[in-house]
């Protein structure tokens, strides 16, 4: 089963401000993108369209299941996860009520001792007791991880998923993103981070998407020249 995305000629106003303009690409199964670019730069309002969360003011998004179009957001939204700046969990749950909830969402038919494994692959297998809203925030975004894997799904959006992590909660994440068996969309700042997990990079300014770029072809010195041109804030740890 596969699942990919293109999209023509996207923009999305917010009354007259215009937060993305005529974007174009392709999402293909095998690509892990990291999309740069400077805060408004339209990186997460890309990222609400593809996971079917905003509509866009003008223009197409297409989703193929296994090489054939389709318009159900349903079936779309069963085959890929997103991971957002806030959590979407309950915060009276604890971690593993959490994970028993969407487990019987989506009808995956887990044990209790595979969703506790879920957890151990974030760190939080220790935790699994604990209530949600006692969690910190790094904590919580971890669990939040957890919960965007468990379906298993085709397609990972992540908006900045490093934010609010420890050392440890870095290489975690950084870990997952290596060893999973999926493809992703990952909104970050962090440069050092977009470069050394991505095979592909979108890098956006001014709602534009600028540049479209393969790894093999860009150095790691000249990835930073093209971020810092668009006006990033470079973090490299």
């Excluded at 001792?113 to 692959?121: N, T």
């Excluded at 095979?199 to 790894?215: C, D, Y």
Aim: aromatic residues 8%.
């Amino acid at each position: 089963m596969t699942l990919s995305i293109q999209f023509h000629q996207l923009t999305k106003q917010f009354g007259e401000t215009i937060a993305l303009w005529r974007a174009e690409e392709q999402f293909h199964p095998g690509d892990r993108i990291s999309l740069l670019g400077h805060n408004g730069a339209g990186k997460s309002t890309l990222l609400h369209i593809l996971a079917t969360l905003t509509k866009p003011t003008s223009g197409t998004v297409t989703w193929h299941l296994d090489g054939e179009a389709c318009s159900d957001v349903r079936r779309v939204r069963a085959r890929l996860s997103f991971l957002s700046h806030e959590p979407m969990l309950y915060p009276d749950l604890t971690a593993l009520e959490n994970l028993q909830f969407i487990n019987r969402l989506y009808r995956r038919g887990l044990s209790d001792s595979e969703l506790v494994g879920l957890l151990d692959q974030v760190g939080m297998a220790i935790h699994k007791d604990r209530l949600f809203r006692t969690c910190s925030r790094g904590m919580q975004q971890r669990i939040s991880l957890a919960r965007a894997l468990l379906p298993e799904p085709e397609m990972l959006l992540l908006d900045e998923p490093f934010s609010g992590l420890d050392g440890e909660g870095v290489a975690r994440m950084k870990d997952v993103f290596t060893r999973a068996h999926t493809c992703w969309l990952m909104v970050t700042h962090h440069l050092q981070h977009g470069y050394e997990l991505a095979n592909r990079f979108w890098i956006m300014n001014r709602g534009r998407l600028v540049h479209s770029l393969h790894k093999s072809d860009l150095s790691y010195e000249a990835y930073l020249k093209l971020c810092q041109g668009s006006k990033m804030e470079a973090r490299n740890s």
